[in-house]
């Protein structure tokens, strides 16, 4: 597909064609050459603005937004996002409207605000379901199960993902089907079906290969890497973790080499080796600040700060978490802080009713949410 695309792109006759081939490229590129994409995005851009072209400015714009949420370029990628939802629906342009939600609801989610994901993802559903498109809709009932996995609630989040398969193998949508399998994978994970787990990965693994999709592979190599952590298979750990490591690193994906960083470091620590393990985490918040990435950040700092409370280093564990707990509290991030909390009443013992008591005051708060958001899923699946 890869080949028909730039073939057609290169071979287009007038400025319009060449935009509207260049933006069917970038949907490809965005799976396999995130660098090539964005640079091609802003090309296009660029053309499309010269010409008044205002559907080509907004698949432009939705592309570059894809590569700057994939780079961690949050702020970039919610602007862009934004600016192309806007035009889409000046000009009617329902399936970019579509994937545009649904991007904004994916930095909804980054930032703990589950209620407007949620909300973002149903709207983005009903429009796919009134345009009868169900590649857009697969989509969706993929974002759909994936948060509900973040929030818990595993009963809907395993019916989203099964509809969501059920469609795509059915339309023959494979990269579909692995983002759906993989998910599904993640529930097993969390309810202690590890080999479940794990042989749905390999499945999505062998099937990434075929495809040629080089950007979700490191993905499914980090998730295997937490199965096998789960399991103490220690060594076949760190084997996957350096081969994801490998792929990430050539390619363009920051936020997933930063998790791949984290689970380096855990490794390392269970191997008995601190000093890679704290090279390993030094190197991951090195990532985290240059990124902006405030999620992956206070989740690399928690599991520094265990990792230094395992070492009973104890002044660096309450100084990084201490770090966490500013950042979080700066930023609104509640859903960290219980974690972050709980931390510290373990390394600070004479405060720890204090930690334990705001931290339960806060997990409660987070449950009404979570309710609300489940509600709002459940009205969903009928």
């Known amino acids: 597909m890869l080949d028909q695309r730039e073939a057609a792109w290169r071979e287009a006759k007038s400025p319009v064609e060449r935009i509207d081939a260049a933006n069917r490229l970038a949907q490809v590129l965005a799976q396999t050459d995130v660098g090539r994409c964005r640079a091609l995005a802003e090309e296009t851009y660029e053309a499309a603005c010269a010409l008044g072209y205002l559907p080509g400015e907004a698949g432009a714009l939705r592309y570059r937004a894809i590569c700057r949420l994939i780079q961690a370029d949050l702020e970039g990628a919610e602007a862009d996002y934004q600016a192309a939802l806007a035009l889409s629906r000046e000009q009617g342009l329902r399936e970019i409207e579509g994937s545009c939600l649904l991007g904004l609801s994916t930095l909804q989610r980054k930032a703990t605000h589950y209620t407007e994901a949620m909300a973002l993802l149903l709207e983005a559903r009903r429009l796919r379901q009134d345009e009868g498109d169900q590649t857009g809709e697969v989509a969706v009932l993929n974002n759909l199960g994936a948060l509900c996995l973040e929030l818990g609630s595993y009963d809907e989040a395993m019916a989203f993902l099964l509809a969501g398969l059920k469609m795509a193998r059915e339309n023959q949508l494979a990269d579909y089907e692995i983002f759906c399998l993989s998910n599904v994978a993640g529930i097993k994970r969390e309810a202690g079906d590890l080999e479940g787990a794990a042989a749905d990965l390999h499945f999505c693994l062998a099937l990434a290969k075929t495809l040629g999709n080089n950007y979700i592979r490191p993905h499914l190599l980090a998730a295997l890497c937490e199965v096998y952590l789960k399991e103490g298979r220690i ?86 978490f201490h770090e966490a707990l500013e950042q979080a509290n700066q930023a609104g991030a509640r859903r960290h802080l219980p974690r972050v909390l709980r931390g510290l009443a373990a390394v600070e013992p004479e405060q720890a009713h204090h930690y334990q008591e705001q931290a339960d005051a806060i997990e409660a708060a987070l449950k009404q949410q979570a309710l609300k958001s489940r509600e709002l899923a459940l009205e969903a699946l009928g």
């Open 235 to 320: 060594e076949e750990a760190l084997r996957v973790n350096e081969e994801a490591l490998t792929l990430a690193s050539s390619g363009e994906d920051r936020q997933v080499e930063l998790s791949l960083l984290v689970h380096l470091g855990i490794i390392c620590n269970e191997l008995g080796m601190p000093e890679a393990a704290e090279a390993a985490f030094t190197r991951a918040l090195e990532r985290t600040e240059r990124l902006g990435d405030l999620e992956r950040r206070l989740e690399t700092l928690c599991q520094a700060a265990a990792f230094y409370q395992s070492q009973e280093r104890l002044p660096e564990a309450r100084r990084t």
